[in-house]
C-alpha cells in the first residue's frame, strides 16, 4: 500500500498535456505492421471482388448507362478510404502492461482506451484464423465478468501473444480477487 | 451427437460410457459419501402442466396475431383434433416430466451443492458455496397450491449457470436455503441434520398495491398504449374501415403483457435487512423470495421517469452477477424497489452501500438525486456539451466518495447510478470525432449483466482522464481491502450492515413490521 500511494505521488494531479488517451508515462507497445495486410486482404475480398464484377460488368453491358461506373466510382472510393484508414488505423493500436492493470487504445476517429485489472481478468483467449495463422499474426482478448469489456488486441506475433497471454494468467492469478 | 456411447461400448464398459455422456471433471467428482436426495414426487405434474400452459399460451397468440382469416379456426368441425392434440403433448410432456423427475438427484456438503440430471444428456453440476451470488425461492401458481417450492441458486456463470432445485416441500426449502447461506457465509457450527434458525431481519422497504397501480399508470408502457389507442382511432376515421384495429392488437397485447408482468411480479414487495443480506419477497401469482449475500451487488441505479417527478417515485435496479439473463426470462430480480418514496428509494441503497464514505450523505444524495451543476462537488461536463447533449448537459456528472462513484445522468428521466469501488471490473474513455473537436471525453464503467450500465457521457477531456487514472488505483485500493466471499468470516473491516446502526437516510415514518 505504501508503494502505491507513493507511486500515485509522482503522478502529475493535473491531466497529462497528450489528451486523456495517452496517459502520461505510458509507453505505447505496437502490433505487427502485418496486421495491414491481413486487414487490406479482408477488404479485397469484402470490397474489391464487388468493384471488379461492376467493372466487368460495367464494360460488358455498355447500354446499361452510367449508374454501373457510378456505382464503381463509389465503391472504388470507399476501397481507397478504407485503404488509407487501415494503415493508421491499426498505427494506432497499442497496448501496455503497468503493475496492476492493462491498457489497451485503438481508433482513429472514434477513440478508446480499456484499463483491464489483472485481479479482474476471468480467462484470456488467444486466437487466429486461417489467414492470420498465414501472416503470422494473432489475436489476444481479455475476458472479465462484464460483456461490456472491449479488450481484444489484434495483429499480436505467435510468440508475443503467448508470452503476453502467460504473464497475463499468472498476473491475475496473483492479484485474483472475487467478483 | 459424440456425446451418446456408441450401442456396443455400453454393455462392455458401463461406467465409462455413462462418465463420457456427461459433463464430468474427474478432478473435481463429487466426495463419495455425499447423501443423495430426490426432488419432491409430485415435480413432474408441476412441470408437466407448465409445458401445457406454455402451449397453450403459444396457440393462443398465434391464432389471435394471425387473426380470424389466416388463422386455422376451432370450431365444431375439427375441435376433436386440437382436443387430441393436446392429450398426446400432455402425455409426453408428463412422461418426459416424470423420466426427468426420475434422474434428478441432489446433495449437498459444506462446500457446494450438486446436482445430476438430465435423461439423453446427462449432466453433473457442482455450484461452490463460495461463489453464490443469490439464492431465491420461487412458487409458481400451481406449487403453491401443493405447498411446494423451488431453490434458485444463482453464481456468476451467465446463461443456464447455476442450479435448480425444484420441487422441494416449502419448509424443506426454507430448511435448505437457510442451512446453504449460513455454509456460504463461512459459518462452521452447522451439523448435519441440525435445524437452522433463519437469520434475523428487520423490515426496511415495502410496496402498497395502490402506489405500484398508480405507478405503472405513470410509467412509460401506458404513454406507448395511449399513443396506440389514439394512432389506432385516428387511423380507423381516416380510413372509416376497422380494419387497422386488427395491425395494432399484437402492439397492445405486448404492452398489456409488459404491465401485467410487472403488476404480478411486483406486486406486495417487501424489503428486508438480514445478516444473510438483503432480503426481498413480491410476486402476485408467483411468488419470489430473493436472498442477496452482502457483497453481491455490483452496481445500483435509482431512476425517475418523467411522469414519477411529481409525486418524487424513483424505482431502484441493481447488478447482481447471477441474476444476468435469468433462462425463464423474469428480469424482476434485479429490481430492489418497484417504486418508493425518496426516502425509500435512499433506505433501499443503504440496504446495498451502509456507509457512502461521505459526511453528509443525505445532502450528497440529494444533490446527486434532483441537483444540476457542479454543487456538492459533482464534475459535469463542460459547457461545449451543450452542443451534443443540449438537455442534459448540466446534469450528466460525477462525484467520487471513499467507498463508490455516484453518476448522476439525465434531465427528463433523472438517474443516479452508484458502483461500488471495489466492484469495478474495467473502466474505459470513448471518444468520437464531434466529441474530439468540442474537447469532450466519454467515461463508461464495466459492471457485470445487468440493467445498470454506467458511464458519464462528454467530460471535459482532462475530467475524463484523470477520473480514468484514480478511479483505477481507488478500485485496486478498495478490491484489497474488500470482504471475503464467506461474508461471516469476515474480520473487522467487512462491509456487513449492522442491524443497530439506523440508516444515514431517515426510514419511512411509519411501523413497516
Known sequence: MTDESASDLHVPVSAPAAGPFDPEGIVWQRVSPRLVTARLIMLAVFLGIPLLALVVLAIALPGAGPWLWISAAVVAVLVAWSAIVISRQVRAIGFAERDEDLLIRKGVMFRSLVVVPYGRMQFVDVSAGPLARKLGISSLQLHTASPGTDATIDGLVPSEAARLRDRLASRGEARLAGL | ?513
Open chain 2, 1 to 513: 451427437m459424440s456425446h451418446l456411447p456408441p450401442q456396443g461400448a455400453s454393455p462392455a464398459q458401463p461406467e465409462p460410457a455413462e462418465v463420457e455422456s456427461g459433463e464430468v471433471e474427474s478432478v473435481d467428482a463429487p466426495p463419495a459419501d455425499l447423501v443423495w436426495r430426490r426432488l419432491h414426487p409430485v415435480t413432474p405434474l408441476v412441470r408437466g402442466w407448465a409445458v401445457i400452459a406454455v402451449l397453450l399460451v403459444i396457440f393462443g397468440r398465434q391464432s389471435i396475431e394471425n387473426g380470424p382469416e389466416n388463422g386455422i379456426p376451432v370450431d365444431g368441425s375439427n375441435w376433436w383434433i386440437f382436443a387430441s392434440g393436446f392429450v398426446v403433448v400432455a402425455l409426453i410432456g408428463g412422461v418426459y416430466s416424470w423420466l426427468s423427475w426420475r434422474v434428478t438427484r441432489y446433495a449437498y456438503d459444506a462446500d457446494a451443492v450438486y446436482v445430476h440430471s438430465g435423461i439423453l444428456f446427462r449432466q453433473q453440476r457442482k455450484v461452490r458455496l463460495d461463489r453464490l451470488q443469490a439464492i431465491d425461492i420461487v412458487k409458481p401458481l400451481l406449487a403453491r397450491f401443493f405447498g411446494l417450492a423451488e431453490l434458485k441458486l444463482s453464481v456468476a456463470g451467465g446463461g443456464d449457470s447455476g442450479a435448480r432445485l425444484g420441487f422441494l416441500r416449502d419448509a424443506d426449502a426454507n430448511q435448505l436455503r437457510n442451512l446453504l447461506l449460513a455454509r456460504a457465509a463461512g459459518l462452521e457450527e452447522t451439523a448435519e441434520g441440525e435445524v437452522i434458525p433463519e437469520a434475523p431481519e428487520s423490515p426496511v422497504l415495502q410496496v402498497p398495491p395502490g402506489r405500484l397501480i398508480v405507478s405503472l399508470l405513470l410509467s412509460g408502457a401506458t404513454i406507448a398504449l395511449f399513443l396506440i389507442i389514439a394512432g389506432s382511432i385516428g387511423a380507423v376515421i381516416a380510413a372509416r374501415s376497422a380494419g387497422p384495429l386488427a395491425t395494432i392488437l399484437p402492439a397492445l397485447i405486448g404492452v398489456g403483457a409488459y404491465v401485467a408482468s410487472r403488476f404480478t411480479s411486483e406486486f406486495n414487495f417487501t424489503g428486508a435487512i438480514s445478516p444473510d443480506g438483503i432480503r426481498l419477497r413480491h410476486g402476485l401469482l408467483e411468488t419470489r423470495s430473493q436472498t442477496i449475500p452482502p457483497g453481491r451487488v455490483q452496481a445500483i441505479r435509482l431512476s425517475q421517469g418523467l411522469l414519477w417527478r411529481k409525486a418524487d417515485w424513483w424505482r431502484v435496479e441493481v447488478n447482481v452477477a447471477g441474476y444476468a439473463d435469468a433462462s425463464d426470462g423474469n428480469a424482476s430480480g434485479t429490481v430492489l424497489l418497484p417504486v418508493g418514496s425518496r426516502d425509500e428509494a435512499l433506505s433501499a441503497l443503504w440496504l446495498v452501500l451502509p456507509d457512502l464514505g461521505v459526511a453528509d450523505p443525505r445532502a450528497v444524495l440529494e444533490t446527486a438525486l434532483s441537483g444540476s451543476g457542479r454543487d456538492g462537488g459533482f464534475i459535469t461536463s463542460p459547457r461545449s456539451a451543450v452542443w451534443v447533449d443540449p438537455l442534459a448537459w448540466r446534469r450528466n456528472g460525477y462525484r467520487v466518495t471513499d467507498r463508490g462513484l455516484l453518476i448522476r445522468r439525465g434531465r427528463l428521466t433523472r438517474r443516479l447510478e452508484v458502483v461500488p469501488h471495489e466492484r469495478t471490473q474495467s473502466l474505459g474513455l470513448a471518444q468520437g470525432p464531434l466529441q474530439r473537436r468540442l474537447g469532450l471525453t466519454s467515461f463508461v464503467l464495466h459492471s457485470t449483466p445487468g440493467p445498470v450500465s454506467p458511464m458519464v457521457p462528454h467530460l471535459a477531456d482532462a475530467d475524463a482522464a484523470d477520473l480514468l487514472r484514480t478511479q483505477a488505483s481507488r478500485a485496486r485500493a478498495a478490491r484489497t481491502l474488500a470482504g471475503p466471499e464467506r461474508w461471516m468470516q469476515a474480520t473487522g473491516q467487512h462491509p456487513s450492515p449492522e442491524l443497530s446502526s439506523p440508516p444515514p437516510p431517515p426510514l419511512p415514518p411509519k411501523d413497516l413490521s
